[in-house]
């Protein structure tokens, strides 16, 4: 037999060829029974879990709402809940974006005090006042002869949705930076910065407190004394 003949014989058959295709036909059918079949019993199933994580989630709302309404109940209802996401957006964004942007601002070597007093001007030009104060971001930002255009631009733009964010839920809200240099620190209302001594008397306000209806919901980091040196290598506190 030659090689040509050899080839030819091996095709499969027109009835193998004519077998594969019905299988096929029968495999894709059932296919689409299965999908037909499932789907209305796995669209019930999720509607369940929403219906069910939804009545989940409003009980554990109102029972936050319910323990921090207990001794001032104008102060916290689940309407304010929306703001305790506020005052951890707020804290990640001074503590990591403006941490950030202030490493790329600042050259090689600063004190990790002068790094802190950078982020604490940083977040009082965005957060101390009805508005947010651009010349005073404009001149942090342009300080040094690093081009941070689009740095500055994502830090304005953060914030400003941070703002919107809590006056959009309308309640009686503000940032306070306020602190008394040289007094002891307030475990009440604030925390020590980075590794800061809560022990050393406080110097200034890195983190604004977050208060809504006079109730506390963020308080103070503040840089106390002097920051520790960082030692060579070590990743800076500031």
């Not at 004190?111 to 982020?119: K, P």
């Not at 104060?133 to 001149?139: F, G, S, T, Y």
Request: net charge negative; with cysteine; proline share 6%.
């Amino acid at each position: 037999m030659t090689e040509r003949d050899h080839r030819a014989d091996s095709r499969p058959a027109p009835n193998r060829l004519e077998m594969l295709e019905d299988q096929l036909r029968q495999v894709s059918g059932y296919c689409d029974r299965l999908h037909r079949q499932a789907l209305p019993s796995m669209s019930r199933d999720i509607a369940q879990l929403f219906a069910e994580f939804a009545e989940l989630n409003g009980r554990f709302t109102a029972i936050l709402a319910n323990r921090h309404e207990s001794g001032q109940s104008d102060t916290t209802t689940t309407d304010h809940l929306g703001h305790y996401e506020i005052s951890h957006q707020l804290r990640s964004f001074v503590e990591q974006d403006l941490r950030r942007a202030v490493q790329r601002i600042l050259p090689p070597g600063t004190s990790s005090t002068d790094r802190a007093h950078l982020i604490s001007r940083c977040a009082a030009a965005l957060f101390k006042n009805r508005e947010i104060d651009r010349a005073a971001v404009e001149e942090i930002f342009r300080a040094e002869a690093v081009d941070t255009a689009q740095l500055e631009y994502d830090i304005l733009q953060r914030a400003a949705e941070i703002r919107q964010a809590a006056t959009d839920l309308g309640h009686d809200h503000r940032w306070d930076f306020t602190c008394e240099p040289g007094t002891s620190l307030d475990p009440e209302t604030q925390e020590p910065w980075g590794v800061c001594d809560p022990d050393e008397p406080t110097a200034f306000v890195v983190v604004p407190s977050y208060y809504v209806s006079r109730r506390l919901l963020l308080k103070q980091q503040v840089v106390t004394s002097a920051l520790p040196a960082t030692p060579s290598g070590a990743a800076d506190p500031a």
